[in-house]
């Protein structure tokens, strides 16, 4: 009986024990659990910011990409306009000796004038007549006029409004070489078109 009293106290011991221990295991299988869960969570969540920011950043990139894009056309647009502006401005027509007849060179050009002209409604235009100098003054103040009438007609018969377009002659006033020789008489003898600002 003395054995079976110490083997009581021990016993007691290891039925307390035995009742702890799985308890204390069960809150550590829970514990790992929650805290597996937790980290699963906030995996799954950087995962999705991770997400969120790779599309935000190919967002921008292709609207930096369009902006670049559209800055560039815009660019290209400018610079079409500018060069047909340069064309239209630089690109006068040219007249035989004595003559105000459009050769088939000058009517092209007078073409893309016109052409100019219709896409650009806002554009008014003075048709300057100029000459070489031979000839009296009032001669080539007269044959330049006749020119620049020659000029504008041909545009009217091209649909252009007459209130966009007003001629003026220079006659031989205004040489643009100042040589005495058929080539530069035959650059002098023309009709120079210069835009209303």
């Known amino acids: 009986m003395k054995k079976l009293c110490r083997l009581y106290p021990l016993l007691i011991l290891a039925v307390a024990l035995a009742m702890v221990v799985p308890s ?15 980290a699963e969570e906030e995996a799954r969540r950087k995962a999705e910011e991770q997400a969120r920011q790779r599309e935000l950043e190919r967002q921008k990139a292709i609207e930096e990409e369009t902006l670049k894009e559209e800055g560039l056309a815009k660019e290209m647009e400018y610079e079409r306009k500018m060069t ?10 040219y007249f035989e000796f004595d003559s105000i007849r459009l050769d088939p060179e000058a009517q092209e050009i007078l073409r893309k004038k016109a052409e100019y002209m219709k896409s650009n409604p806002g554009v008014r235009v003075t048709i300057e007549g100029h000459c070489d100098n031979r000839g009296t003054n009032e001669y080539n103040l007269a044959l ?12 009217l018969d091209l649909g252009i409004n007459e209130s966009r377009m007003r001629t003026v002659s220079y006659g031989e006033e205004r040489p643009i070489d100042p040589g005495e020789n058929e080539e530069a008489w035959s650059r002098n003898r023309r009709a120079h078109f210069v835009i209303i600002e």
């Open 84 to 93: 047909e502006l340069e064309m239209f401005k630089n690109e006068d027509i």
């Open 144 to 155: 330049g006029d006749r020119r620049a009438h020659s000029a504008k007609v041909f545009l």
């Open 24 to 38: 204390c295991s069960k809150k550590q299988i829970s514990t790992d659990s929650a805290a597996t869960a937790a």
